[in-house]
């Protein structure tokens, strides 16, 4: 929120396009600062030690998460980039105007998710019955927003296209509603994903 605050005030002040890319990294910034400062200060002091061993155990443990969240990424973006290069860019920025309205829909089973991680690790180890209980309901009720939201893009993406960008983007509509027909399937394979990690079955996976 600060971010966005921040580029719609570069841009009503005039600012450039380098304003714009410049703001959201002093966004990040600062906020790490005063979380840093906030966590010294309320929970614990930092010290920078450097246990080498403790570092090379960590990033092992974390190699599987970090091959799982590249390939998102990129699987997220290569398609523009493959498109880029086969068509012209008035058809990628139509494609790209779609892509970027789905992934703002995305947000909704990554919070999701991300909020019930610490809940299945914990029922993993504690109860594997409270786990699959949990995961279950989890499935189950973001299935019923995730297919419902993929039904309602469908129908109402002629009138999401054309409040958001107008009427030169009108050929993002049919685009808008055949990615909109996979939603509630990811929606569902989000938390998938975040129940097999919270179980460390990932490493098997791999």
Do not use: C
């Not at 005039?14 to 959201?24: N, Q, R």
């Not at 600062?30 to 200060?41: E, S």
């Not at 080498?52 to 290569?78: Q, W, Y």
Request: charged share 10%.
């Amino acid at each position: 929120l600060i971010t966005l605050l921040g580029i719609l005030l570069a841009v009503k002040l005039g600012g450039d396009v380098i304003w714009v890319v410049t703001i959201p990294v002093i966004t990040y910034f600062a906020l790490a600062l005063i979380g840093f400062i906030l966590i010294n200060k309320i929970f614990f002091k930092f010290f920078l030690i450097l246990d080498f061993a403790h570092i090379r155990g960590i990033f092992k443990k974390s190699t599987p998460f970090f091959l799982v969240g590249a390939v998102a990424v990129i699987s997220n973006k290569i398609d523009i980039i493959m498109l880029s290069t086969l068509r012209n860019n008035s058809e990628v920025g139509l494609f790209s105007a779609a892509n970027e309205l789905v992934n703002i829909i995305y947000i909704v089973p990554n919070l999701v998710a991300t909020v019930l991680f610490p809940v299945f690790s914990r029922q993993y180890h504690e109860s594997s019955k409270s786990l699959i209980l949990a995961s279950n309901l989890s499935i189950k009720y973001i299935a019923i927003i995730g297919f419902p939201a993929s039904a309602g893009i469908y129908f109402v993406a002629p009138q999401i296209i054309n409040l958001i960008y107008g009427n030169k983007f009108m050929g993002s509509i049919e685009i808008l509603q055949i990615l909109g027909i996979g939603i509630g399937i990811l929606f569902v394979e989000n938390i998938i994903a975040y129940v097999i990690a919270a179980a460390e079955q990932i490493k098997h996976i791999m």
